[in-house]
T-cell receptor, first 112, second 113 residues
Framework: DQQVKQNSPSLSVQEGRISILNCDYT??????FLWYKKYPAEGPTFLIS?????DKNEDGRFTVFLNKSAKHLSLHIVPSQPGDSAVYFC???????????FGTGTRLKVLA | KAGVTQTPRYLIKTRGQQVTLSCSPI?????VSWYQQTPGQGLQFLFE???????NKGNFPGRFSGRQFSNSRSEMNVSTLELGDSALYLC????????????FGAGTRLSVL
């Protein structure tokens, strides 16, 4: 049972445009969500997070939106840069579980 | 401050053997989690340790085990290896007061032949 889903395995975007990566979840107990970026041969690196008490969090070019009623979150990257080309994972956790559930990832390719 | 260090980076084993992977967390981090990454499956949670105690465990068979030492370093062990255990094994550490952010190592790539 995949509780966190990233339904788009890949996405291509032109440099300078907006990249929108989507993530859906099924467990209403999730209260904290994170996005990670992963380059080949490296571990995932933390990008941005959002608590369930918020609906938006922004950090530079990265913004995460949370729609709790739809159990959906998205990561917006504006403007997209070639260095953003990587696999992006969303992850979720529920209180007191000390574990994260990760999606299967979306491979973003930013075309110069 | 040094990041999360995983050793070895690459490992080749044969079916039936056992393997031990090591993880040194960021200094001051007491929580260590392990994940298995396979193509198309994302990161699957294995277990999490805090102060030498396992606080949560994922849905993996008992062949997968782990432990944490008093210096927060952690090891995971896989016994009776199967071909399907070939994967990238990732370790992550975190500290209280830093939100729920986990910092990952580069992983150990295990190939089972």
């Amino acid at each position: 049972d995949q509780q966190v889903k990233q339904n788009s395995p890949s996405l291509s975007v032109q440099e300078g445009r907006i990249s929108i990566l989507n993530c859906d979840y099924t467990n209403s107990m999730f209260d904290y969500f994170l996005w990670y970026k992963k380059y080949p041969a490296e571990g995932p690196t933390f990008l941005i997070s959002i608590s369930s008490i918020k609906d938006k969090n922004e950090d530079g070019r990265f913004t995460v939106f949370l729609n709790k009623s739809a159990k959906h979150l998205s990561l917006h990257i504006v403007p997209s840069q070639p260095g953003d080309s990587a696999v992006y994972f969303c992850a979720a956790s529920s209180p007191g579980t000390y574990k994260y559930i990760f999606g299967t990832g979306t491979r973003l390719k930013v075309l110069a | 401050k040094a990041g999360v260090t995983q050793t070895p980076r690459y490992l080749i084993k044969t079916r039936g053997q056992q393997v031990t992977l090591s993880c040194s967390p960021i200094s001051g981090h007491r929580s260590v989690s392990w994940y298995q990454q396979t193509p198309g499956q994302g990161l699957q949670f294995l277990f999490e340790y805090f102060s030498e105690t396992q606080r949560n465990k994922g849905n993996f068979p008992g062949r997968f085990s782990g432990r944490q030492f008093s210096n927060s370093r952690s090891e995971m062990n896989v016994s009776t290896l199967e071909l399907g255990d070939s994967a990238l094994y990732l370790c992550a550490s975190s500290a209280p007061g830093q939100g729920n952010i986990q910092y990952f190592g580069a992983g150990t790539r295990l190939s089972v032949l």
